[in-house]
């Protein structure tokens, strides 16, 4: 079987590594060639063409999508000695190239198979992207953008990581034979070396490896820090893109204001992050959105607990399995009376109506009293949901007051060692290359056995899709960026 994959890049990322994974765990049943826009890094060691139409759109050759499908089609014979059996796009949906949505129409025409790999979402509060295919592509027609951005075809199959994503999409209008879940697979991991060297550190070390961006969730991160001052947090390393340095900034400004010295950032800046890892007692995380959710999953390989903030609607597959998550908090509950709820309501307001505005979509006062009724009805506000302002004077709050911890009815829970080998054993048994492998050579034939079908035979609705991310138990004001 002869596969192309497709992606922008091959730069250090979560795209990437599942690439990377694919090709590890699948190389000696499928010839692969891999198409991307950009040069990889040196020691990458699978086949690869480079086309610059592929690359970012800020980036790209400015050629026409007909051109850059021409040239695929010349690289895969190049290669092959003929057409592939499969095309594999990973991400083809959110703007980042608008060359791509041109390739498939192409693509669609000749009947090719063709594989979507969806990690990400444009409707899932990237409204820029979706503002930016909208207007370029679809002339501000969302009906028109849906069958463009989600093309529905005999021989097209939708791959997603999750549940959530594969019922998301079924219930956007794609039938349930079209749509596959592939949860991303996880390499084998050398166990974490311990005393390698001595830590810096006179305290426990709980390492939040990430990079500090909105999502992640930094003010909860440093909440904790105020309630554990006998504990180190520290995270990894700081945001790539520069719009998201104001608010890092700020963050660390508060630290450094407020003299926290059990906090730290950018600590693999100083540090090998094996050397980190070597260090750290568990890891934490805070982050209020995940597309697959491997901050769930990689710790326990490493033989390093977890704690910290859960996301059902990401782990539930992996609890389905059989991983023990039990210690981590779904919500951390803040007394009202904390935040100004006027203050609150506002800004829910205000960033709603400009999420619509980027959207391109009516305004709906409905959809606001619902979040509205929705948070309001709740007897105590999840911190997770305010943005940096709010957080801040929570924070602020505490440090000014140490009686108000005793209020709090959340604290972080550290699971045992018996859990940790139990959770290790289940993520090597259910997301490792093997199993991944199986899944993928599995829809793969029974794509090649979808029969003839050059008209379009469904439509996934961008605006369904658009409607489930705007539901009140997912609005939250750091999932906006």
């Not at 594999?88 to 498939?104: A, D, P, R, Y």
């Not at 963050?251 to 992050?273: G, T």
């Not at 949901?385 to 709090?408: A, C, F, G, P």
Request: proline share 6%; aromatic share 12%.
């Amino acid at each position: 079987m002869n596969v192309v994959i497709v992606h922008y890049h091959l730069q250090p990322g979560g795209v990437t590594s599942v690439i990377l994974n694919t090709l590890k765990a699948c190389s000696q049943e499928i010839n692969f060639l891999i198409l991307t826009g950009e040069k990889p890094a040196p020691d990458f060691s699978y086949p690869y063409t480079v086309l610059p139409g592929l690359a970012y759109e800020e980036k790209r050759m400015p050629i026409s999508g007909l051109e850059l499908s021409r040239q695929m089609e010349e690289a895969a014979r190049a290669h092959f000695h003929q057409l592939p059996d499969i095309w594999h796009f990973h991400n083809h949906s959110l703007g980042k190239n608008l060359l791509i949505t041109e390739v498939l129409a192409q693509f669609r025409a000749k009947d090719y198979f063709i594989c979507l790999h969806i990690h990400d979402f444009p409707e899932d509060g990237r409204a820029k992207n979706y503002q930016r295919l909208l207007s370029t592509l679809a002339n501000n027609n969302h009906n028109l953008l849906s069958q463009k951005l989600y093309p529905g075809q005999e021989r097209i199959y939708y791959l997603v990581l999750n549940k959530r994503d594969a019922t998301l999409l079924v219930n956007a209008g794609a039938p349930a034979n079209k749509v596959h879940l592939i949860p991303n697979p996880i390499s084998p991991t050398k166990e974490t070396p311990f005393n390698v060297s001595p830590s810096p550190f006179k305290a426990p070390l709980y390492l939040y490896p990430t990079r500090s961006i909105r999502r992640k969730n930094i003010g909860e991160f440093i909440f904790w820090a105020i309630l554990y001052p006998d504990i180190v947090f520290a995270t990894t390393r700081g945001p790539q893109n520069p719009k998201f340095w104001p608010i890092f900034e700020q963050w660390k400004n508060f630290v450094q204001e407020y003299n926290l010295k059990n906090v730290y950032f950018e600590l693999a800046q100083k540090y090998d992050f094996h050397l980190l890892l070597s260090w750290a007692n568990s890891f934490i995380t805070t982050s209020v959105k995940e597309g697959f959710g491997l901050a769930f999953l990689e710790p326990w390989l490493k033989n390093i607990p977890l704690t910290g903030r859960n996301l059902p609607e990401i782990t539930a597959d992996f609890v389905q399995v059989g991983l023990n998550l039990s210690n981590l908090y779904d919500t951390l509950p803040i007394p009202k009376t904390w935040i100004d709820l006027n203050a609150l309501k506002e800004k829910i307001q205000s960033n709603l109506y400009q999420l619509c505005q980027d959207y391109l979509i009516p305004y709906d006062m409905e959809i606001f009293e619902q979040i509205w009724a929705h948070i309001s009805g709740l007897e105590y506000l999840d911190f997770g949901i305010l943005d940096e302002d709010l957080q801040t004077q929570i924070l602020l709050s505490l440090l000014k007051d140490k009686s108000k911890k005793h209020r709090l009815t959340q604290a972080l829970q550290v699971p045992n060692p018996e859990s940790v080998t139990h959770n290790k054993n289940i993520v090597a048994k259910y997301f490792d290359l093997n199993t991944y492998k199986q899944k993928l050579i599995n829809i793969y034939t029974h794509l090649l056995q979808e029969k003839n079908s050059k008209q379009s035979t469904y439509c996934i609705d961008t605006c369904l899709i658009l409607k489930e991310f705007l539901s009140p138990q997912r609005f939250n004001l750091l999932s906006i960026s």
